[in-house]
């Protein structure tokens, strides 16, 4: 079946430690996206990529790197600049070109740092 | 101008009830509404979405109203069942200024909870 994976779904993880969070695509979506997501405040994007080899910074791109060498594959690290990294994080694709812009999902990694 | 502005932020409903989400634009420029379901520990999946040339659209239970002059969209969840709670989120899409994709701008969420 086609989607979106997503990997570990629970990390935990001490301060100062980087972390890399998989996400795997077998949708052949060009686009990608990651989001953070905290109470009550929302989806914010972290970073989005419309093709391979080329990444946009989102809103909240400080403290994260990304990588976009394959078109299925899209990992976000979070590094130990990021001040306050505890959150649940989702992958998401699209189809680009379209009308919508509609998002899929994965199940999200929920990251704990100590 | 580019804010999606949701709520209420929690709303308890009993089951049977109608669950009424609201959500307001500034920008004219959106051309998309979804609103997307999420449910606890997984991602947000479509539910149901309305262009504004549109007043109205209806899915099973769900329907999205549209007041392109108020710059106003709600979510309606009829006959409310303990299976709909969940967090639901408006957005709007709009055509991102480089290259040939789209920018969701999203409502914060409201949290909904459908007593039995």
């Known amino acids: 079946d086609g989607g979106i994976t997503q990997s570990p779904k629970y990390l935990f993880r001490k301060e100062g430690q980087n972390v890399t969070l998989s996400c795997e695509q077998n949708?052949?979506?060009?686009?990608m996206y990651w989001y953070r997501q905290d109470p009550g405040q929302g989806l914010r994007l972290i970073y989005y990529?419309?093709?391979?080899?080329?990444?946009q910074k989102g809103d909240i791109a400080e403290g994260y790197s990304v990588s976009r060498e394959k078109k299925e594959s899209f990992p976000l690290t979070v590094t130990s600049a990021q001040k306050n990294p505890t959150a649940f994080y989702l992958c998401?694709?699209?189809?680009?070109?379209?009308?919508?812009?509609?998002?899929?999902f994965g199940e999200g990694s929920r990251l704990t740092v100590l | 101008q580019q804010q999606v502005k949701q709520s209420p932020q929690s709303l308890i409903v009993q089951k049977g009830g109608i669950s009424i989400i609201n959500c307001a634009y500034e920008?004219?420029?959106?051309?998309?509404f979804p609103w997307y379901q999420q449910f606890p520990g997984k991602g947000p999946a479509l539910l149901i979405a309305?262009?504004?040339d549109v007043s109205e659209k209806k899915e099973g239970r769900f329907t999205i109203s549209f007041n392109k002059s108020a710059k106003q969209f709600s979510l309606h969840i009829m006959d409310s069942q303990p299976g709909d709670s969940a967090t639901y989120f408006c957005?709007?899409?709009?055509?991102?200024?480089?290259?040939?994709?789209?920018?969701?701008?999203w409502g914060l969420g409201t949290s909904l909870a459908v007593n039995p």
């Open positions: 309305i262009r504004p």
């Open positions: 998401a694709s699209s189809v680009t070109g379209t009308n919508t812009g509609e998002l899929f």
């Open positions: 957005a709007a899409s709009i055509r991102w200024s480089a290259g040939n994709n789209r920018k969701l701008i």
């Open positions: 990529s419309q093709i391979v080899n080329d990444f």
């Open positions: 949708l052949n979506h060009d686009a």
């Open positions: 920008n004219t420029a959106f051309d998309y």
